[in-house]
C-alpha cells in the first residue's frame, strides 16, 4: 500500500478553507457537522478495525475527513453523498491530498436512502458519521440493502447510539434497538466531544458498533411481518402487549392467542422483549399461524 503524505488529513484550517473555497456552510437541516481533527478519524478507522482488503462504503463524508483516513487503511473505499456542492468537490480533494490512492475511491452522488447498488467490488464494511436526523433509516437501510456488510461502525448523536446499543429491558430500548439487533450483534464503541466537530454540535456523539450475525434470525416469518410487530409494540409504549398488538393482530383476543402461542407473556411490554421473541409472535398471528404450522412444530 502507498504510505499517505502526513498531511493528507484535514485539519481545523483546512476544513475551514476547503468550505471557505466552496462556499460552503453547515446546515442544520442535513445535520451537517464536519470532523476537523486528525485523530478522531483515525480512531474511528482503528476502532472500525478497517483492513487492507476491506471494501468500505461512507455514507455523508462531507468535505472528506474520514474518507482520507479510511483510504490510508482500507482497500477501497465507495462514498455516498447526496449535496451537489460536496460531492462534486470530493473527488479532487481526494485526488489533491491523496493522490496515489484517488483510483481506489468512487463517489456515488445520491441520497443513501435511495441507493441500491454500488459501484465496484461489494462493501465488506460501513463506517460512517451519520446525520443525527437520518441515522437510523440509513443505518437500517444499508444493512438491509447490502448483505456484504460485515462490520459496521457510525457516529451518531450520543442518545442514539444507547438507543441502537440498548438491551432488552433499558429504558431506550426500543425500535432502533430491535431492528438493528435484526442484522446484528450491536454494541457501543466509545464517545466522541463536541470539540472535535465545526460547528460544534448541542449533542455528543457516540460510535457504534455492528457486526452482522453469522447466522440470520430463524423464524418463519419476514423480515416485513417481524418489524410490523416491533412497530406496533412500541407505538403505545405504555400498554400491555394484549393492548397494543390490537390492531396488528386483529383484536386483543387476537393478540393474546398470538403471544401465548409464542410463550409471551400477553401482560408484557415491548421494551422486555428480544428481537426472538418478537419474531416469535410473528409467526403466530392467526392469518399466518396455518401455513407456519408444520415448520413450529419441535
Same mark, same amino acid.
Given at each position: 500500500?502507498?504510505?499517505?503524505?502526513? !498531511?493528507?488529513?484535514?485539519?481545523?484550517?483546512?476544513? @475551514?478553507?476547503?468550505?471557505?473555497?466552496?462556499?460552503?456552510?453547515?446546515?442544520?437541516?442535513?445535520?451537517?457537522?464536519?470532523?476537523?481533527?486528525?485523530?478522531?478519524?483515525?480512531?474511528?478507522?482503528?476502532?472500525?478495525?478497517?483492513?487492507?482488503?476491506?471494501?468500505?462504503?461512507?455514507?455523508?463524508?462531507?468535505?472528506?475527513?474520514?474518507?482520507?483516513?479510511?483510504?490510508?487503511?482500507?482497500?477501497?473505499?465507495?462514498?455516498?453523498?447526496?449535496?451537489?456542492?460536496?460531492?462534486?468537490?470530493?473527488?479532487?480533494? &481526494?485526488?489533491?491530498?491523496?493522490?496515489?490512492?484517488? !483510483?481506489?475511491?468512487?463517489? =456515488?452522488?445520491?441520497?443513501?436512502?435511495?441507493?441500491?447498488?454500488?459501484?465496484?467490488?461489494?462493501?465488506?464494511?460501513?463506517?460512517?458519521?451519520?446525520?443525527?436526523?437520518?441515522?437510523?433509516?440509513?443505518?437500517?437501510?444499508?444493512?438491509?440493502?447490502?448483505?456484504?456488510?460485515?462490520?459496521?461502525?457510525?457516529?451518531?448523536?450520543?442518545?442514539?447510539?444507547?438507543?441502537?446499543?440498548?438491551?432488552?429491558?433499558?429504558?431506550?430500548?426500543?425500535?432502533?434497538?430491535?431492528?438493528?439487533?435484526?442484522?446484528?450483534?450491536?454494541?457501543?464503541?466509545?464517545?466522541?466531544?463536541?470539540?472535535?466537530?465545526?460547528?460544534?454540535?448541542?449533542?455528543?456523539?457516540?460510535? =457504534?458498533?455492528?457486526? @452482522?450475525?453469522?447466522?440470520? &434470525?430463524?423464524?418463519?416469518?419476514?423480515? @416485513?411481518?417481524?418489524?410490523?410487530?416491533?412497530?406496533?409494540?412500541?407505538?403505545?409504549?405504555?400498554?400491555?402487549?394484549?393492548?397494543?398488538?390490537?390492531?396488528?393482530?386483529?383484536?386483543?383476543?387476537?393478540?393474546?392467542?398470538?403471544?401465548?402461542?409464542?410463550?409471551?407473556?400477553?401482560?408484557?411490554?415491548?421494551?422486555?422483549?428480544?428481537?426472538?421473541?418478537?419474531?416469535?409472535?410473528?409467526?403466530?398471528?392467526?392469518?399466518?399461524?396455518?401455513?407456519?404450522?408444520?415448520?413450529?412444530?419441535?
Amino acid at each position: 500500500m502507498n504510505s499517505p503524505t502526513p !498531511d493528507a488529513l484535514l485539519g481545523p484550517a483546512d476544513v @475551514r478553507e476547503l468550505a471557505g473555497a466552496l462556499g460552503v456552510r453547515p446546515t442544520k437541516q442535513r445535520g451537517q457537522n464536519f470532523v476537523i481533527d486528525a485523530n478522531t478519524v483515525r480512531r474511528i478507522v482503528r476502532t472500525a478495525g478497517v483492513r487492507d482488503d476491506d471494501v468500505v462504503v461512507e455514507v455523508g463524508p462531507g468535505l472528506g475527513s474520514l474518507t482520507l483516513a479510511l483510504l490510508e487503511a482500507a482497500d477501497r473505499v465507495v462514498a455516498v453523498e447526496i449535496d451537489d456542492v460536496l460531492a462534486g468537490a470530493l473527488p479532487a480533494t &481526494i485526488a489533491a491530498r491523496m493522490p496515489a490512492r484517488a !483510483d481506489r475511491f468512487a463517489l =456515488v452522488h445520491s441520497d443513501a436512502m435511495h441507493v441500491d447498488e454500488l459501484p465496484g467490488p461489494a462493501p465488506t464494511a460501513l463506517v460512517a458519521n451519520l446525520p443525527y436526523n437520518v441515522a437510523v433509516p440509513v443505518l437500517l437501510h444499508m444493512l438491509d440493502t447490502f448483505p456484504t456488510i460485515e462490520r459496521t461502525l457510525v457516529m451518531v448523536q450520543a442518545e442514539v447510539a444507547d438507543r441502537l446499543a440498548a438491551d432488552p429491558g433499558s429504558k431506550v430500548y426500543g425500535v432502533p434497538s430491535v431492528k438493528a439487533n435484526w442484522y446484528a450483534d450491536v454494541k457501543r464503541a466509545g464517545s466522541i466531544g463536541r470539540n472535535v466537530f465545526w460547528p460544534a454540535p448541542n449533542v455528543d456523539s457516540g460510535l =457504534v458498533s455492528l457486526v @452482522r450475525r453469522a447466522e440470520p &434470525i430463524k423464524t418463519t416469518a419476514s423480515k @416485513r411481518e417481524v418489524f410490523a410487530v416491533v412497530d406496533a409494540a412500541f407505538a403505545q409504549r405504555r400498554k400491555t402487549l394484549r393492548a397494543a398488538l390490537a390492531g396488528w393482530a386483529g383484536s386483543a383476543a387476537a393478540a393474546e392467542v398470538a403471544l401465548v402461542a409464542a410463550g409471551v407473556s400477553p401482560q408484557a411490554r415491548g421494551e422486555s422483549l428480544t428481537v426472538e421473541e418478537f419474531a416469535r409472535i410473528a409467526e403466530n398471528k392467526a392469518e399466518n399461524k396455518t401455513e407456519n404450522k408444520e415448520s413450529a412444530q419441535p
